[in-house]
């Protein structure tokens, strides 16, 4: 027989007197005095769950709830420093024994304490990603892979698969299976490299981010005590951003919450956009059937948008099935109506973004407080060169414009070659794509070819004219050959001929065929060695070389693309020295927990938002709904949807009518206000 005996607080290290009723509406209230028990929060867009959060701790605190049988778990280390910081605030003072953070910190402090159970030392090492990728090639020599031979995937992308089949209860083969099958002849490669991988961690007393939780849940599993102790230290469990959750995520604050049940999860279902990465959807909407006991608690009124914005949000995310049902309530006045605005072409479209913008800034508006959302990258590459005509500032939230990231700047080295066999850069760049060859062969491969392409300069006949030579650049490299490392001879005559391809005239003009090209000829090839994303980067060299049609010649399009590239970064440059506004490009899930008075939403287009794919099942569909719900909540007072009814597609870059995205067939068309657009007359009628 066993009996409880309660024990009382000596004294309660927080003395509030917080009217919670005063501070906080009816539905937060209720959220924040909620009884001891599982409890979950369905806080919609703009509603304040931080602040529900908050005044929680508060709570707790103040109806004696010690500080350290309080855990506060989060995502990233500004939601966390941001939450203790408010926390603070609160209180009036911190409180260090209040455990708060993500949750990959608060895993790394039980395993500093606890270490030695599963045969590390306290004092290990936390590797970063690029630790990771150097062990992992140190793992793939060890292992005698051929990585030229069996074109074996880049050590970052062999990092990714071990990382998803960690965080979301999956073995190595059947991420690859699901995710990477066109690495399916590896998979047994894979799983013995990930064994390796494991064994070496160990031996060097060494974790990566994702052993913090792993191990973390493996410490709790296999040590009953140690469960046991964190089960009734953490008293009450405080959960941010639960939708964001993972399955190995799921399962650690399941076994904590195990004791004592009280374990308060804050999110929105319809805010879960991150499937791709792990993330997995069914632990906040199946919470209550872990928890059959939970009190449910729904947060809908929205302090951000203007009722007309909360109209079209509340529109766009009714069809999905899988979700909790709730209709965002609006605390603000009334404002203008969401516009849908159809477009010609891309290109219309990005000069209304850029006229619209200038319009609402010369009306009062902050371009800073402005920003225009899409569902991919290369949807804003119409809009980008726009804004540079234009000379109007803008920033990337990713930091890196289009035409700066790797795989374009790869292709695009193809082409610069080719248009001038003495541009050493991107010849350094071309050759060291291929395996085997680093920045010493690329330099001793680089005196090689330009000694031979010296060679084979025309020389002056006798009037001093110069008699033209039939392929200098393939032939250079035929020579230089001489010197590649005997692992790169193989590609190195693939990427001779695939050289020789680009010089014939008929492609030797055109951009958009010899950007084709190049990817044809193997750098697919790369994108899928070296890019967890190579779906996503080879559809932006699709949409480049559709964009490199409108130039008559290779010389025009390079040399625009270095243009725009400068004068793109000295308009960014110039705008953050003179601390002005700068209006945001974003893709939406970039963009997920900002708010922006304005919001453009471009290429609303049927297989671009929601995204075209071979077989796409109704959970993909939601979460593509859920991405534009994202979206439309970001906009405080003005909401644009646009799209166009033309665009260029396929390989011989013909133009095909688009439909709008099924999606806003869904708004209520009494919901928004059309503007159709026209080119303004020169003649003045």
Known sequence: MSREYVLQPFDSQVHLHIDYAKELNEQQHAAVTAPPGPSLVIAGAGSGKTRTLIYRVGFLLENGIPPERILLLTFTNKAAKEMMRRVADLLGRELPSLWGGTFHAIGNRILRAHADRLGYQRDFTIMDREDANDLIKACVGQAGIDTAATRFPKPDVVADIFSLSVNTHRSIAQVVAQEYDYFASLTPDLVKLHESYITRKRAMNAMDFDDLLELWLKLLKEHPDLCEYYQRRFQFILVDEYQDTNALQGDLIDLLAARHHNVMVVGDDAQSIYAWRGANFKNILKFPERYPEVRTYKIETNYRSTPEVLDVANAAIAANVHQFSKTLTPARKSGSKPVLVTCLTAGDQAAFVAQRVLQLREEGGDLGRMAVLYRSHFHALELQLELTRRNIPFSITSGIRFFEQAHIKDVVAYLRLVANPRDELSFKRVVQLLPGIGAKAAEKLWTRFSAELEA??????????????????????????????????????????????????????????????????????????????????????????????????????????????????????????????????????????????????????????????????????????????????????????????????????????????????????????????????????
């Open 456 to 685: 084979q300069a025309p020389k002056p006949d006798a009037e001093g004219k110069s008699a033209p030579v039939q392929a200098p650049l393939a032939t250079a490299l035929q020579a230089a050959s001489a010197v590649a490392p005997k692992k790169s001879l193989v590609p190195w005559a693939q990427l001779t001929a695939t050289i020789s391809q680009l010089e014939v005239p008929p492609v030797r003009g055109d951009a958009s065929r010899m950007i084709r090209l190049v990817v044809e000829a193997g750098y697919e090839d790369h994108l899928k060695d070296t890019f967890a994303n190579y779906r996503n980067r080879l559809e932006d060299l699709e949409q480049m070389g559709l964009f490199a049609q409108q130039f008559a010649n290779v010389e025009d399009f390079l040399s625009q693309l270095a243009l725009f590239s400068n004068l793109e970064a000295e308009a960014e440059e110039s705008a953050r020295n003179r601390d002005t506004e700068i209006l945001r490009l974003s893709t939406i899930h970039q963009a997920k927990g900002l708010e922006f008075d304005v919001v453009f939403i471009i290429m609303l287009c049927d297989g671009l938002f929601p995204v075209t794919r071979n077989s796409m099942s109704l959970e993909d569909e939601e979460e593509e709904r859920r991405l534009l719900y994202v979206a439309i909540t970001r906009a405080r007072n003005e909401l644009y949807l646009s799209y166009p009814l033309m665009r260029t597609l396929g390989a011989g870059g013909s133009d095909a009518m688009q439909q709008p995205s099924r999606f806003l067939k869904e708004i209520p068309p009494a919901l928004i206000e059309e503007w159709n657009l026209r080119p303004m007359n020169p003649y003045g009628a």
